[in-house]
Each structure stands twice: as structure tokens, then as C-alpha cells.
């Protein structure tokens, strides 16, 4: 950034100094251009008067010459005009000066090849004497002499010659300073040239600074996205590392706690079906409270309750861990009747394995699985599900024993209704007692009237499981038909609360241990 700073200074520096060039160029020339035209204008005057010397010279003949040297007192004119030619070439005035001079042989060449440049300033004002005097004029001349009015258009071309003489001095100075000028103006070109150069320079350092630089931002940039991704990257491992170790030590707990969840888990499915939902929930937790204390009761001033006489058999700390697993679903906080259901659909998956002992017995007074029924609070929620069945029959179906071969025979789902209605015959015995056979009772009688209504024999070979209701569904269903919206909303709240709290208390005892 720095060297991009002091680059850009250069440049504006160089700026400044090309456009000051510009300008001083821009004046040079203008100032060369005038004094050429003025330099142009005093040519064109010097030259114009040369002309018409040479013209008068032209004009002069050697008889003509002749003729003026000829006059022994001549006119007044005349000698008036020869004094000035006199005066001209250094020669004394006087008519006998003038013959002498007009006797030369070179005067003719003298007269045109006369450098007016010698002429003094001394000579330049006696001439402009006799020049002004009112008898040198060519045609006063004339009437004396042709010839001599020839020699007197001479010598006032001389004598506008010699006037020219400071103009020609300007224009030798013109041409001096407009040489300077140039030389001024070839000069500033070089510098701007030079500087042009030096400009184009640092314009291409400046790319490549800025080239560098966004390098430098990119550079930048990644950098920071990789520290971004890295940082999140920590954060996650973080979180995945206590992730893992949380799932480590639940994971050694429940290895530690393996064999004690799956003796409750085995004693659930071989022997709480027959009771009610209630009694359900009562004996799981004595079965618990035994496996971790050793007694049956909590209380241990009760001298009735026995106590185990081997180690203490570990347990999951809340109830519904293993039973989750069983049942193959995420493992969360429950409400309180909901561990009932838990129980129950552990129980139902079990009915339905096709490599069950005892073909299974479901008892279902409030018909909750009877989707026929109006009864809708009385059905099971989305934690229980039964298989979908091959064949749906009825007890009293005269054909039911056949029905039942015949899915022996192709390994169907048979669910049958009516269980009390089933005919008591061996034929029926041997079929119930068939392995690798998925057959499912159901009945609408109440678990303690199996005894009096079902045949004994087959009771006996079937496993029971109680569909009622448990004393808190009960009291569910009651209050949602009884309750307001706004009562049922407020009790609804009472008991979030109160689950949290048996939650909370269920899990201080859990770490206390």
C-alpha cells in the first residue's frame, strides 16, 4: 500500500512537470511562429527594395554613362545626383570626382553589385540631405539628364536599402532568438519526451503494484476463509468431540448397564402382558428398584420385602432408554403415561415376530385398535403400530380352520377377531402350536373375563396382552371431552410441569448414584 502511495505521487508529480512542458512548449512555439512572421515581413521589405535596385541598375547603359561624363558644366541635378554617388563609393564631391569616378571601367559593375551593408550611418545622413532635398527627384533629374535620373533612381533605391539596415539588424535578431526558440522548443519536446517515458514507467509500476496488491487482497482473502473454515472446523470438532465422548460414556454406561436393561426388557415381554397398563408401570418399577437397591421395597424399615442376596444387577437410569432401543426409535424425554405406551408397543412388536412361542392374545376392551370405531381417544398414538395383516378372519367363521392351513401353508399374517368365539378342538390346538407361524387373537372382552369365556386349553397356549386404557389415559380422554379449550390448555401446561419436574428428579437420583 505504501509503495502504491509513493508511486502514485510520482505520477502526479510527472503530471504536473509534463503538463508545465506542454505549456512551455505551447509558448515557445507560439513565440517561434510570430518572430518567423515578423522575420518573414522584414525579408519580404529587404527584398522588394534589392528588387528594385537591381531593376534600376538594369536600366543603366554605358552610352548613357558616356554621355554624362561628357558635360563639362553640367546642371545643377546632375551634379546634385553625382555628389550622392560620390558620397557613395568615398570619393570628395565635385564634378571632376564624378568624371573620374563615371571614367572607371568597373563602375558599371560596381553600381550593380554596390553592398549597401558598408554604407556608415555618417554617410546614410549626408545622403539624406541631398535625398530630401526637393531637385532629387527622377523626373526633375530628367529634364537635365536621362541618365543621370537613371543614376538618381540608384541611389534612392541605395538609400531605401540602407533604411532597411535596422530592420535587417531585427530581422538577424529575430532569426537569433527564434534559433533559441527552436533550440528552447527542441529542448522542452526532450524533456516531455523524457518525461512521457518516465510517465509510462511508473504508470506500468503502478499495474504492477496493483497487480501485487490484489494478489495481496486475494491472498488475503483466502487466508481469511481458510482461517474462517478452520475455526469452524475447530468449533465443530469441538462439538463433535463432545459429542463423542458424551456418546462414549453413555455408550460404556449402557455396556455396563446391558445386561440388567436386557434381563427388565426380556421379563417385560415374557411377563407384563396379561396386566393392565397401570400395573405395568408399578411392576417395571419395583423390577428397577430392585436390580439397583436390592429390595422390592424403597422403604427400608419394610421388613416384609426381601432382598437379593447376590450383587446388585445395573440399570439404565430412566426407564425408557432401553425400551427405546428395543423398539428401534430415538431415544427423548417422555411424558408420564407415555411410559405405558412405551410398554405396551414393546409388547405389541413382540406379537408380531414371526418367531414367537405363544401366539399372542390382544385384549382390547376400548377397542383401540379397531379403526372402525368411533372412539378415536381411545386408540393408540404413533408410538404403537401393528404389522399390516395377510388375512383378516373371524372366529366363527365355519371355514376358519381351513383359512388357517391354508396360510400355514403360504406363511400369511392371520389376524383373528372374536378370540372367544374360536372352537375348542385339537385341530385348532396343533395349529396355534405351529413355529414359524404369525397368528394374532383379538378380543373385545375384558382380561378378567378370558377365564370364564375361552376355552382353557386354548388360554393356556396363547400370550396375553392387555390393550386397556391406564388410569391417566382415562383421565386424558375424560378431560379433553369435559374440559373448555381453555381449561384443557391450562391442564395441559399443569402437567408439562410436572413431567419436567418428575424428569429433573428422575435425573438427580440417576447422578446422585
Known amino acids: 500500500m505504501q509503495e502504491q502511495g509513493s508511486v502514485l505521487g510520482a505520477i502526479a508529480d510527472l503530471e504536473l512537470q509534463l503538463e508545465e512542458s506542454q505549456n512551455i512548449i505551447v509558448r515557445e512555439q507560439t513565440r517561434l511562429t510570430e ?24 536600366c543603366l547603359e554605358l552610352s548613357a554613362l558616356e554621355e554624362v561624363r561628357g558635360y563639362r558644366d553640367p546642371p545643377e541635378p546632375v551634379t546634385m545626383v553625382m555628389d550622392a554617388v560620390c558620397l557613395l563609393f568615398h570619393h570628395p564631391p565635385g564634378w571632376d570626382s564624378a568624371k573620374h569616378l563615371l571614367s572607371l571601367n568597373s563602375f558599371f559593375q560596381e553600381l550593380e553589385f554596390f553592398d549597401h551593408r558598408r554604407v556608415s550611418t555618417q554617410q546614410l545622413q549626408e545622403l539624406a540631405t541631398l535625398v530630401h532635398s526637393p531637385a532629387f527627384d527622377p523626373e526633375v533629374v530628367a529634364e537635365a539628364s536621362q541618365a543621370c535620373a537613371q543614376l ?32 528552447h522548443l527542441q529542448l522542452a519536446r526532450r524533456l516531455k519526451e523524457e518525461q512521457s517515458r518516465q510517465l509510462k514507467i511508473l504508470t506500468h509500476q503502478l499495474e504492477s503494484v496493483r497487480e501485487q496488491l490484489w494478489q495481496h487482497t ?24 463432545s459429542v463423542w465422548k458424551r456418546d462414549v460414556q453413555r455408550a460404556v454406561t449402557a455396556m455396563e448397564t446391558l445386561p440388567g436393561d436386557t434381563l427388565l426388557t426380556a421379563a417385560i415381554i415374557s411377563y407384563l402382558g396379561p396386566f393392565g397398563a397401570d400395573t405395568r408401570c408399578e411392576l417395571l418399577a419395583k423390577w428397577r428398584g430392585l436390580c439397583m437397591t436390592g429390595r422390592l421395597c ?12 447376590a450383587p446388585l444387577v445395573p440399570v439404565s437410569s430412566l426407564p425408557h432408554g432401553p425400551l427405546c432401543q428395543a423398539l428401534g426409535v430415538s431415544e427423548r424425554p417422555l411424558q408420564a403415561e407415555a411410559l405405558s405406551d412405551l410398554l405396551l408397543s414393546v ?51 365355519p371355514h376358519l380352520l381351513d383359512k388357517l392351513e391354508e396360510a400355514v401353508r403360504t406363511g400369511a399374517l392371520v389376524f383373528v377377531r372374536a378370540a372367544e368365539r374360536s372352537p375348542s378342538c385339537p385341530r385348532l390346538l396343533s395349529i396355534v402350536s405351529q413355529a414359524y407361524f404369525s397368528l394374532t387373537f383379538y378380543t373385545t372382552l375384558p382380561a378378567h373375563m378370558l377365564t370364564t369365556e375361552m376355552a382353557g386349553p386354548l388360554l393356556c397356549r396363547l400370550h396375553v396382552v392387555d390393550l386397556s386404557l391406564s388410569t391417566l389415559e382415562v383421565e386424558r380422554c375424560l378431560q379433553s371431552q369435559l374440559l373448555p379449550p381453555d381449561g384443557r390448555l391450562i391442564l395441559s401446561q399443569q402437567k408439562r410441569l410436572e413431567q419436567s419436574r418428575q424428569l429433573l428428579i428422575e435425573k438427580l437420583s440417576s447422578i446422585e448414584r
Open 298 to 309: 424403597p422403604a427400608p424399615e419394610c421388613s416384609q420385602c426381601g432382598s437379593l442376596a
Open 347 to 397: 409388547l405389541l412388536s413382540s406379537c408380531s415376530h414371526n418367531c414367537v412361542q405363544r401366539c399372542p392374545l390382544l385384549v382390547d376392551p376400548e377397542h383401540r385398535l379397531d379403526p372402525h370405531q368411533p372412539h378415536s381417544c381411545f386408540r393408540g398414538d404413533h408410538i404403537m403400530a401393528l404389522k399390516d395383516f395377510d388375512v383378516d378372519l373371524c372366529a366363527d367363521d
Open 218 to 241: 486475494e491472498e488475503l482473502l483466502q487466508a481469511e476463509r481458510v482461517h474462517r473454515e478452520a475455526t469452524c472446523t475447530v468449533d465443530e470438532l469441538g462439538t463433535s468431540v
Open 152 to 183: 538618381c533612381h540608384w541611389v534612392l533605391a541605395v538609400y531605401e536599402c540602407c533604411k532597411l539596415h535596422p530592420y535587417v539588424k531585427s530581422s538577424r535578431r529575430i532569426e537569433t532568438e527564434a534559433a533559441a526558440a527552436l533550440k
Open 35 to 58: 518572430l518567423e512572421k515578423q522575420l518573414q515581413e522584414t525579408q519580404q521589405e529587404v527584398q522588394a527594395a534589392l528588387e528594385a535596385r537591381i531593376r534600376k541598375v538594369s
